[in-house]
């Protein structure tokens, strides 16, 4: 299986700050990464596909990089709503793995 | 708008079978592929596996042996039956349409099924 391991795990940040979250692929998976938020209680949210597409209705704060084994993700103009947790997926290969989350915390 | 309602049993016993439903409204499930995650209590997040909608699927390997996905178009409905449960299946599940390489870009709210005595 790919393992995905995201960093930071959690992170505590303030309105208006800019934030980025990693993820790390164990093997490459080339653009086949994808980002997801969840808020807590509610089904995860798809924010970006392929590393870098930013799903349709999403604000264009978030965005999303990398290829290969690394991927960033990251978030300008941190809003009140954006406090949740975030996971990465890597689609490359059977089975889909998800990276462990990071959970962005209100400072 | 694409929706996804999942339905079934929250209450299962050890060793018995869970089986859920996702009904999807709002768009043709042809040419699509639908998936089956889960999500542990204050757990992370476990891809189980997807159905296309001709029939063809597939699992996550450590899975495989317990669980089937099926589908019926004619109903605009994919099942999950995961047999053999035990406490670790606890979870909340949900069920997700994917697109093109995999990503899931609408999901069902979940449902919590608890597998205890």
């Known amino acids: 299986d790919i393992q995905l391991t995201q960093s930071p795990s959690s992170l505590s940040a303030s309105v208006g700050d800019r934030v980025t979250i990693t993820c790390r692929a164990s093997q490459t998976i080339k653009s086949h990464l994808h980002w997801y938020q969840q808020r807590s209680g509610t089904a995860p949210k798809l924010l970006i596909y392929a590393a870098s597409s930013l799903q349709s209705g999403v604000p264009s704060r978030f965005s999303g990089s990398g290829s290969g084994t690394g991927f960033t993700l990251t978030i300008n103009n941190l809003q009140p709503e954006d406090f949740a947790t975030y996971y990465c997926?890597?689609?490359?290969?059977?089975?889909?793995?998800f990276g462990q989350g990071t959970k962005v915390e209100i400072k | 708008q694409v929706h996804l309602q999942e339905s079934g049993p929250g209450l299962v016993k050890p060793s018995e079978t869970l089986s859920l439903t996702c009904t999807v409204s709002?768009?043709?499930?042809?040419?699509?592929?639908w998936s089956w995650i889960r999500q542990p209590p204050g757990k992370g997040l476990e891809w189980i596996g997807n159905?296309?909608?001709?029939?063809?699927?597939d699992y996550n390997p450590s899975l495989k042996s317990r669980v089937t996905i099926s589908v019926d178009t004619s109903k605009s409905q994919f099942s999950l039956r995961l047999n053999s449960v035990t406490a670790t299946d606890t979870a909340v599940y949900f069920c997700a349409r994917d697109r093109s390489t995999g990503w899931h870009d609408y999901w069902g709210q979940g449902t919590l099924v608890i597998v205890s005595s």
């Open positions: 997926q890597q689609t490359f290969s059977t089975p889909r793995t």
């Open positions: 159905i296309y909608y001709s029939g063809s699927t």
């Open positions: 709002g768009y043709s499930m042809s040419t699509y592929y």
